[in-house]
């Protein structure tokens, strides 16, 4: 698919809006009864925003992503759209209002095309509990996409849009990214606006997008990052400069080699990383080599903050005022039938987890231990950044696995996520860049982790990557 | 009411008061009471999916005024997640200050003398209003329920006092104190009927000097009169019980005006785990020395404060005028005693007649200018009119706006002439040897007696100055 830098260039030339959008369309209608990528196809909506596309080019207006098609992953509220977080609990809500991220990338002019498929509000590494059926990786439809955004990692690997958006609680952008093949970046936590984003644990989402080159992901980084007065949590910075530090390259960078982000990975997965070292050193860059022990306690301490946050936050579908409701014989009766009916198994599962994880008596053995572990977390990754500008390792421990290998045993998904998770806890930024292949040449992701607001960096780093995987 | 001889009351109050913001608390929806049930919500205070709470800065000034008010100290505060279930609140969760309250530590003094601590004054989220239909009216046997959300979002400050009141009175005084300061600094409007402030009571006896008893919370009273009768009906139960061998439950309780007794709502043990943390959405408030201070000068003189200055103007005060004072203020009627002293009225007539006359017609106080209020005063005190003339006047110019002197003249209250006031006198000292014969011997109660007589005799159109001036000059 053509990249969003040139068709932004082309319809800004004034080429159609529309041809972008009915190309899009094919792409999926090509593809999406098999992998199941979008939940919702909104046609009328694109082919009109086209329209108005064109309008505002015609008027003179400047617009980064003219006419570019874009999939958002559906935990992004989009006013009079249905948004589902794939549950069956929110199955036909339409949100009376649309996330920040949507509202920027339509004033730069790209052109939502629908929303795609994800692991039950977020909660998950595959796709596979989605109350609408898994997605399909497009680069081997007998094995997973990822998780949870793998309905919008998907979307760029079939070639249905060239840019989407995910969001990222432990891993969720850069996991599937790896195993879709394709660029994610997590931003630095509060650099993106939370607006509208279907909270699944607040103090770890980050949404971030994905595409199928560094620089347009980049793109995508500027349109949607920037303080945003609606998310408290917002860095009161406005957007970084990201695409003009694409070239700075990584000489002279200290880059930290980490034990840790490559222990108990598979040896394609680890031989992918180690090659990628030596394209940094080739490039002039120094390698440090390093342990951070601290990053293996990062799993449990996130499988208890997410959780306790989530029990909260998903507290709200009580049947009362939106989405499913099965009548009881009272109120709680009511809530009661409606959260047993609408959420799904794993769901079930983080909701007692978090319960359990905050309730007197267990918060300080619990909860209040996750969070001693994360501020070590951060204390260690701050050590590290004393010394060295990024961290590099893997970011999944495996290429794409096949469906139902890891459904069973809920603790082989979670240790999916062992390398993607510590960047959560800190609120760092952190970049997957495919880079070599693996088993069944399936891609491979290598993760680039700075400390917060270093995208710029960290991107110059993964275009090197990039740069070096397409001269192979 | 009080307790049998040997049992002391423990009252701690939490009184929740709305403030009086233009939008609620973490949102931009108006902040006024009466409109059309969600007619005043958005996707934040109804809790929809992915909607983030911003706090209102508003909020917080109004906040650090009522702190300040209460001699609290002011520190970096954050925010927690309140965690239960409950139809009228949309999160399912409350966002509320837990361990670090905006303000702590501070005191109350009441007029009485007596000083009550304040021992946190924190901000919170109101939660939505719901109606039970059919059953008792309350949400178990209903056979549904409405919810409007306008209120949901609305910022309250929650402010807890120590357990330091000794009596359902004291407790009264409190409450009624403090609404005073939250009108004086704008916080709230203190309409207790549209639930501006409600009130929690914590209520316990024990022997004097003996560890604190068991406590029952009543829930929601929202009124002085209701919090007076509860507690003074609740600490009555505990008694019953403790001197029937019986033990208090720990109990939250729910307090019937109609039946006018408290009832079980629940048991300590039926008490919600609320799984407080951190509410990830907000960040840690901390109100910069310079905002703070801002704040602070502008705070307007509290209740206390001006019911001394206007005690200034009467010389020795009794009694009935720290009462009447206590009524202008609270009417918030202290600056116009003062202007009309300073025009020329007679402090105590002015007092006397506000805290009276004024007060029972406060209503229609828009009638009522203050040249006339002086006028009637000036009349009355030179004599012109008697002071049950006076009374009537002002009466009347209250209900209708119009002058004085033109009432006065309407109603013909013209005073008796000298030289009828002076035969009235004679032909009732002549009537009434032994009074005549008691004043003379200096038992100037009799005065009194006289001018009754004379009043009785005129109705009421004596002035009760000239009659004793005539009883002197024939002493
Ligand atoms: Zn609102």
């Given amino acids: 698919m053509t990249s969003a830098h040139d068709i932004a260039a082309r319809v ?54 003219a006419g570019v098609p874009v999939a958002l992953k559906d935990n992004l509220c989009t006013e009079g759209i249905p948004t589902t977080c794939s549950s069956k609990i929110l199955e036909g809500w339409r949100p009376p209002y649309t996330a920040t991220v949507v509202e920027r990338l339509l004033a730069a002019g790209a052109i939502p095309m629908g929303k795609t498929n994800l692991d039950e509000f977020a909660m998950g590494s595959s796709t596979e509990n989605s109350a609408f059926g898994p997605t399909l990786n497009p680069l081997d439809p007998r094995r997973v996409p990822g998780g949870s955004s793998g309905g919008s990692a998907a979307a760029i690997a079939a070639g249905m849009t060239p840019i989407s958006l995910g969001s990222d609680t432990g891993g969720s952008i850069r996991q599937p990214a790896a195993l879709c093949g394709v660029v994610g970046i997590k931003p630095t936590y509060g650099l993106v606006s939370r607006y509208g984003v279907i909270a699944f644990a607040s103090s770890l989402d980050q949404v971030g997008p994905f595409a199928a080159n560094v620089a347009d992901a980049a793109l995508t980084l500027e349109v949607i990052a920037g303080h945003d007065r609606m998310d408290s949590t917002s860095l009161p910075e406005t957007s970084p400069s990201l695409v003009a530090h694409l070239k700075d390259g990584v000489a002279g960078r200290r880059v930290g080699y980490v034990k840790e982000l490559v222990d108990g990975s598979d040896p394609d997965v680890a031989a992918a990383v180690a090659a990628a070292v030596e394209v940094l050193r080739a490039q002039g860059a120094t390698i440090v080599e390093m342990s951070i022990p601290e990053l293996q306690l990062g799993l449990s301490a996130y499988y208890l903050i997410a959780p306790a946050e989530a029990s909260s936050n998903l507290a709200r579908y009580d049947g009362v005022r939106f989405g499913l409701r099965v009548d009881g014989d009272d109120v709680a009766g009511m809530n009661e039938a409606t959260r047993t009916a609408g959420f799904g198994a794993e769901v079930k599962r983080r909701i007692m987890l978090g319960t359990y994880a905050l309730s007197a008596g267990y918060f300080d053995a619990y909860y209040g231990q996750a969070l001693k572990v994360r501020t070590l977390t951060i204390n260690a990754f701050q050590k590290a950044y004393a010394d060295v500008d990024f961290l590099i390792g893997a970011t999944t421990p495996s290429v794409a696995f096949p469906f139902g290998s890891k459904t069973k045993d809920p603790m082989a998904m979670y240790l999916n996520d062992v390398f993607t998770i510590p960047s959560n806890l800190a609120g760092d930024p952190a970049v997957s860049v495919p880079f070599g292949r693996g088993e069944a040449n399936l891609p491979i992701g290598v993760q680039l982790l700075g400390p917060g607001r270093s995208e710029a960096g960290l991107l110059a780093a993964a275009q090197v990557l990039e740069d070096a995987e397409r001269a192979r | 009411m009080s307790l049998p001889d040997g049992w002391e009351m423990v009252i701690g109050l939490e009184v929740h008061t709305e403030l009086q913001t233009k939008t609620k608390l973490f949102c931009g929806c108006a902040n006024a009471f009466g409109a059309d049930a969600n007619s005043q919500v958005c996707p934040v205070c ?93 949400i178990h046997g209903a056979d549904r329920s409405l919810v409007d959300y306008n209120r949901s979002g609305v910022p309250l400050v929650e402010i807890v006092s120590g357990p330091d009141m000794r009596s359902a009175a004291q407790a009264r005084a409190y409450a009624a104190e403090l609404r005073g300061i939250l009108i004086a600094t704008g916080a709230s409007d203190g309409r207790l009927e549209e639930g501006s402030m409600r009130f929690d009571a914590n209520v316990s006896v024990r022997r004097p000097g003996a560890p604190l008893g068991t406590r029952c919370e009543i829930k929601n009273l929202n009124s002085l009169r209701s919090l007076q009768r509860a507690i003074d009906y609740e600490a009555a139960r505990h008694v ?84 009447a004072v206590g009524v202008i203020v609270d009417l918030q009627l202290d600056r116009f005693v003062l202007d009309a002293v300073a025009q020329g009225a007679d402090a105590a007539l002015a007092i006397a007649r506000t805290s009276n006359e004024i007060a029972a017609g406060i209503d229609s106080l828009a009638n009522l200018s203050l040249d006339s ?103």
């Fill in chain 1, 12 to 65: 800004a030339a004034g080429s159609s809006a529309t041809t972008e959008v009915e190309t899009s369309l094919a792409a999926i209608s090509q593809r999406n009864a098999e992998l199941n990528v979008f939940l919702y196809v909104d046609e009328e909506g694109a082919r009109a925003a086209a329209h108005q596309v064109d309008e505002r080019i015609a008027r003179g207006e400047k617009l980064p992503l």
């Fill in chain 2, 373 to 475: 209020f002086v006028t009637t005063l000036q009349l009355e005190a030179s004599g012109s009119l008697s002071a049950t003339q006076a009374k009537t006047v002002l009466a009347e110019v209250l209900a209708t706006g119009g002058d004085p002197v033109a009432i006065a003249a309407a109603r013909g209250f013209e005073q008796l002439a000298s030289d009828t006031l002076s035969d009235l006198v004679a032909s009732l000292v002549e009537a009434h040897p032994d009074e005549w014969h008691r004043f003379r011997e200096g038992d100037e109660k009799l005065a009194q007696f006289f001018i009754g007589q004379v009043m009785k005799a005129t109705k009421g159109q004596a002035n009760g100055k000239a009659v004793i001036a005539e009883l002197n000059a024939r002493r």
């Fill in chain 2, 240 to 323: 019953a019980i403790l001197e029937d061998g019986g033990k208090i439950r720990q109990e939250t309780r729910h307090w019937s005006e109609d039946l006018g007794e408290t009832s079980t709502m629940r048991t300590k043990e039926e008490a919600d785990d609320y799984r407080y943390f951190l509410e990830p959405d907000l960040v840690e408030l901390s109100p910069s020395i310079e905002w703070q201070d801002r704040v602070r000068a502008a705070l307007p003189p509290m209740p206390a404060e001006r019911r001394a200055t206007l005690l200034t103007i009467v010389s020795e005060p009794t009694s009935a005028q720290r009462d």
């Fill in chain 2, 46 to 138: 109804l809790g929809l999916p992915g909607s983030l709470p911003v706090l209102n800065e508003q909020a917080v000034e109004l906040a650090m005024a009522i702190g300040f008010a209460l001699h609290c100290s002011v520190a970096p505060s954050t925010f927690h997640r309140k965690n239960y279930f409950y139809p009228d609140m949309p999160k399912d969760y409350q966002i509320s200050q837990y361990d670090l309250p905006i303000n702590s530590n501070g005191y109350l003094d009441l007029p009485d003398g007596s000083r009550v601590t304040i021992e946190r004054a924190h901000l919170e989220e109101d939660t939505g209003k719901s109606t039970h239909l059919g059953g008792s009216g309350r």
